[in-house]
């Protein structure tokens, strides 16, 4: 049942229950106002909805007044503007002249007739403090025409309900209790407020570009490289609701174990939490929820009928495999060669067992062939040609970086001069690496931390890192580095080695020290050598942990770029050679394995497309409805500590088995630290206010 009703004489139906300011927006109708917003009841504070309406006295506002059958209203008569303007004057005539640009005030302001209004305009302005000093948001009173929106949005749909209006008549504010800050009323920094101002008087501290707004507001999500749903597995955690938590994880990613222990964690950095003192930890959050799995998710997976197209990956590693598991999703045929006698990659040879477990490793590859990938290891390809003459139709190339780079030093050539990937993958694979005595590890990355743990486990009695910049600028996980020097391991920053003289039973590294420079492309000081500063350093072994090469045959007929890596098409992910794709370390140079995983994704998606599909990869498992707007208040919120995983104790990790260092949340730390996350998407789920229509 609709209702029929005439608005400035042009008949519109509406629905029972709406407004007539609802009704007529609906049907494209504008009727200036400010304080009405499609997420909250009707406030009629700023009256400049006004309208007449035939058979009814006075002039009603139409943001409260439902429509009724064969009503007839008029919006644009000449005594309505003039009240408008005056009505707008009176908002105005409290406001600083300088009101920001492009908000719904000002938009309202020159639709309603600007001119008129400022031939009067008294601007008296009421010199209130701006207030900055506050996590995410700033408050300028000087801006706020008592709307309501905010008080509204905090008090009836989130229930937060630290805002509320102070004092009375002119001294009216809107105010937090006793105008304390945000904080002391444990605001819950939801950014609705913000979000429903029309003036500008709430704000984001944040200068937000309309365009980059789902970055800003929800980072997490944004800066995740494979665009893992992170405010929403969150709060599912927070809820106790642990496999639809993982099986959101598992729409975007097939390792959420691995990346729940080992993964780099862009998200974290970037938290908005981190505002309010720490981050959320968003890592460990997965790995609890990663450990709960009960294969939940295993019966939602939707494999598309067989399309009868082969697809050959080359390199099991994260990029590989990940594409290998969307591809298999698309329905195509995919077999993995593997060079290595394991799958993982780096995960496999690259991370010490302390850190992933193989049993968690090869579990998540398991699942890769329950879905029907075929995995051969021990197989090195050296030639496409083959594949394609047995009727593969695509190739994706996912080598990664396997092998290490060397200083080219003097006296490097010496068999004691050895890099961190040989070691970790020798360790890796059950070798004994001898690395007794005394160890020096040069570099500042992951790899550099993990061989030095490693060597510290391999039985080395002493462990040094050289390293040519200071803490600052390593580019390992802080947590590696914090649990380096925990396990012992000697830092020497702003150190460099320049030559290696052999002696009978050590090898005498001859290093110089370094002092910061300019930055460089990186972004980093760059390191300079300090003249005469040489020492010498004697110890039994060197590791150079200093970067990554790559190994592409010559006989896959593919371009490389001068760095010896394998460029490709944005778009097509393609590589110089047709139906020959690539992704991760071996396309962009070393980098972590969730971009790794990313690269795998965008593979995938790249060559269903070419063989014919939509490229569609994602996979929705889980139920979306944990977006309750109403978050509620909560005691003690914004003071919450992030919760810490904890590790072994030190003197545990030396054990043969190298048991894992990190430990897991228990449960009531689970839900502690889950339910810090701000909620952050909620916001992006609020409506828009309407807007005036352009001028012509
Ligand atoms: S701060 Fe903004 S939303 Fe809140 S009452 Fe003032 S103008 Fe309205
Ligand atoms: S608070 Fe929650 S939603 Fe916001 S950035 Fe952090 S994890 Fe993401």
């Given at each position: 049942m609709s209702i029929k009703l005439t608005i400035d004489g042009q008949k519109i139906q509406a629905k029972p229950g709406q407004t007539v300011l609802e009704a007529a927006l609906q049907a494209g109708i504008y009727i200036p106002n400010l304080?009405?917003?499609?997420?909250?009841?009707?406030?009629?504070?700023?009256?400049?909805c006004v309208v007449k309406i035939e058979g009814m006295r006075g002039l009603p506002v139409s943001c409260a007044t439902e429509v009724r059958d064969d009503m007839v209203v008029d919006t644009r008569d000449e005594e309505l503007l003039t009240l408008r303007q005056r009505l707008m004057w009176l908002i105005l005539?409290?406001?600083?002249k300088d009101m920001p640009e492009k908000t719904q005030l000002k938009k309202v302001v020159e639709y309603v007739g600007v001119d008129e209004i400022l031939k009067?305009?008294?601007?008296?302005?009421?010199e209130l403090p701006i207030l900055?000093?506050?996590?995410?948001f700033e408050r300028d009173?000087?801006?706020?025409?008592?709307?309501g929106r905010c008080v509204a949005m905090c008090q009836?749909?989130?229930?937060?309900?630290?805002l509320n209006y102070s004092d009375?008549?002119?001294?009216?504010l809107v105010s937090t209790a006793f105008g304390d800050t945000y904080t002391d009323t444990q605001c819950?920094?939801?950014g609705a407020c913000v979000e429903v101002?029309?003036?500008?008087?709430?704000?984001?501290k944040k200068l937000i570009n309309p365009d980059d707004k789902g970055e800003v507001l929800v980072p997490c999500r944004a800066t995740c490289p494979a665009g893992i749903d992170i405010p929403r597995y969150v709060q599912l955690a927070a809820a106790g609701r642990y496999q639809d938590s993982l099986e959101v994880i598992r729409e975007t990613v097939p390792f959420p174990h691995a990346l729940g222990l080992i993964?780099?964690?862009?998200?974290e950095e970037v938290c908005r939490r981190e505002e309010l003192g720490s981050s959320v930890a968003i890592r460990d959050i997965k790995r609890f929820v990663a450990e709960r799995d009960?294969?939940?998710?295993k019966t939602k997976l939707d494999i598309t009928a067989d399309t009868a197209k082969k697809v050959a990956v080359i390199g099991g590693g994260p990029a590989g495999m990940s594409a290998a598991w969307f591809l298999r999703l698309k329905g195509h045929q995919v077999k993995v060669f593997e060079a290595?006698?394991?799958?993982?990659?780096m995960m496999f040879s690259g991370i010490p067992r302390y850190r992933l477990p193989l049993d968690v490793l090869n579990g998540e590859i398991k699942e890769i062939e329950n879905i029907g990938v075929e995995i051969e290891m021990n197989s090195k390809v050296e030639d496409l040609d083959p594949l394609f003459a047995e009727g593969y139709n695509a190739v994706f190339l996912?080598?990664?970086?396997?092998i290490g780079s060397t200083m080219?030093?003097?006296?490097?050539?010496?068999?004691r001069v050895t890099d961190g990937i040989y070691i970790l993958k020798g360790v890796s694979h059950g070798?004994?690496?001898?690395?007794?005595g005394k160890i020096a590890v040069v570099g500042g990355g992951n790899v550099a931390m993990d061989v030095a743990r490693t060597a510290l486990r391999q039985g080395a009695n002493e462990v040094d890192i050289i390293y040519r910049r200071t803490r600052n600028e390593m580019p390992a996980d802080p947590e590696e580095i914090e649990e380096s020097y925990n396990e012992g391991i000697k830092f020497n920053y702003l150190v460099n080695p320049v030559k290696i003289t052999p002696a009978d039973d050590h090898i005498v590294v001859t290093c110089i020290r370094m002092e910061l420079g300019e930055p460089d492309d990186s972004g980093r000081r760059r390191p300079v050598p300090v003249e005469g500063s040489e020492f010498d350093f004697n110890v039994n072994m060197l590791v150079v942990a200093i970067g990554q090469d790559y190994i592409i045959p010559d006989k896959f007929g593919v371009d490389l770029d001068r760095w010896g890596s394998l460029p490709i098409d944005?778009?097509?992910?393609?590589?110089?050679?047709?139906a020959v794709f690539a992704g991760g370390d071996v396309a962009t140079g070393p980098q972590s394995v969730i971009k790794a995983i990313e690269a795998g994704r965008l593979g995938a998606m790249a060559i269903d497309r070419y063989l014919g599909?939509?490229?569609?990869?994602y996979q929705s498992f889980a139920n979306?409805?944990?977006?309750?707007?109403?978050?509620g208040y909560s005691e003690a919120f914004t003071g919450k500590e992030r919760a810490h995983r904890g590790t072994i104790p030190v003197e545990e990790?030396?054990?043969?088995?190298?048991?894992?260092?990190d430990l897991v949340f228990d449960d009531v730390t689970l839900t502690c630290e889950a339910e810090?996350?701000?909620?952050?998407?909620?916001?992006?789920q609020i409506n828009e206010a309407p807007m005036p229509p352009e001028a012509e």
């Amino acid at each position: 049942m609709s209702i029929k009703l005439t608005i400035d004489g042009q008949k519109i139906q509406a629905k029972p229950g709406q407004t007539v300011l609802e009704a007529a927006l609906q049907a494209g109708i504008y009727i200036p106002n400010l304080c009405f917003h499609p997420d909250l009841p009707p406030l009629a504070t700023c009256r400049l909805c006004v309208v007449k309406i035939e058979g009814m006295r006075g002039l009603p506002v139409s943001c409260a007044t439902e429509v009724r059958d064969d009503m007839v209203v008029d919006t644009r008569d000449e005594e309505l503007l003039t009240l408008r303007q005056r009505l707008m004057w009176l908002i105005l005539s409290e406001l600083p002249k300088d009101m920001p640009e492009k908000t719904q005030l000002k938009k309202v302001v020159e639709y309603v007739g600007v001119d008129e209004i400022l031939k009067n305009f008294a601007y008296k302005g009421r010199e209130l403090p701006i207030l900055q000093d506050e996590p995410l948001f700033e408050r300028d009173m000087n801006l706020c025409i008592l709307c309501g929106r905010c008080v509204a949005m905090c008090q009836n749909v989130r229930e937060v309900g630290v805002l509320n209006y102070s004092d009375r008549g002119y001294m009216s504010l809107v105010s937090t209790a006793f105008g304390d800050t945000y904080t002391d009323t444990q605001c819950k920094f939801c950014g609705a407020c913000v979000e429903v101002c029309p003036t500008g008087a709430m704000k984001e501290k944040k200068l937000i570009n309309p365009d980059d707004k789902g970055e800003v507001l929800v980072p997490c999500r944004a800066t995740c490289p494979a665009g893992i749903d992170i405010p929403r597995y969150v709060q599912l955690a927070a809820a106790g609701r642990y496999q639809d938590s993982l099986e959101v994880i598992r729409e975007t990613v097939p390792f959420p174990h691995a990346l729940g222990l080992i993964c780099d964690h862009p998200c974290e950095e970037v938290c908005r939490r981190e505002e309010l003192g720490s981050s959320v930890a968003i890592r460990d959050i997965k790995r609890f929820v990663a450990e709960r799995d009960n294969g939940s998710w295993k019966t939602k997976l939707d494999i598309t009928a067989d399309t009868a197209k082969k697809v050959a990956v080359i390199g099991g590693g994260p990029a590989g495999m990940s594409a290998a598991w969307f591809l298999r999703l698309k329905g195509h045929q995919v077999k993995v060669f593997e060079a290595q006698p394991n799958c993982g990659g780096m995960m496999f040879s690259g991370i010490p067992r302390y850190r992933l477990p193989l049993d968690v490793l090869n579990g998540e590859i398991k699942e890769i062939e329950n879905i029907g990938v075929e995995i051969e290891m021990n197989s090195k390809v050296e030639d496409l040609d083959p594949l394609f003459a047995e009727g593969y139709n695509a190739v994706f190339l996912g080598l990664g970086a396997p092998i290490g780079s060397t200083m080219k030093i003097p006296g490097d050539e010496d068999a004691r001069v050895t890099d961190g990937i040989y070691i970790l993958k020798g360790v890796s694979h059950g070798h004994d690496m001898k690395l007794g005595g005394k160890i020096a590890v040069v570099g500042g990355g992951n790899v550099a931390m993990d061989v030095a743990r490693t060597a510290l486990r391999q039985g080395a009695n002493e462990v040094d890192i050289i390293y040519r910049r200071t803490r600052n600028e390593m580019p390992a996980d802080p947590e590696e580095i914090e649990e380096s020097y925990n396990e012992g391991i000697k830092f020497n920053y702003l150190v460099n080695p320049v030559k290696i003289t052999p002696a009978d039973d050590h090898i005498v590294v001859t290093c110089i020290r370094m002092e910061l420079g300019e930055p460089d492309d990186s972004g980093r000081r760059r390191p300079v050598p300090v003249e005469g500063s040489e020492f010498d350093f004697n110890v039994n072994m060197l590791v150079v942990a200093i970067g990554q090469d790559y190994i592409i045959p010559d006989k896959f007929g593919v371009d490389l770029d001068r760095w010896g890596s394998l460029p490709i098409d944005n778009e097509t992910r393609m590589t110089s050679r047709d139906a020959v794709f690539a992704g991760g370390d071996v396309a962009t140079g070393p980098q972590s394995v969730i971009k790794a995983i990313e690269a795998g994704r965008l593979g995938a998606m790249a060559i269903d497309r070419y063989l014919g599909g939509d490229g569609n990869i994602y996979q929705s498992f889980a139920n979306k409805d944990i977006d309750d707007p109403a978050i509620g208040y909560s005691e003690a919120f914004t003071g919450k500590e992030r919760a810490h995983r904890g590790t072994i104790p030190v003197e545990e990790r030396f054990k043969p088995a190298w048991p894992q260092v990190d430990l897991v949340f228990d449960d009531v730390t689970l839900t502690c630290e889950a339910e810090r996350c701000l909620k952050c998407q909620l916001r992006l789920q609020i409506n828009e206010a309407p807007m005036p229509p352009e001028a012509e």
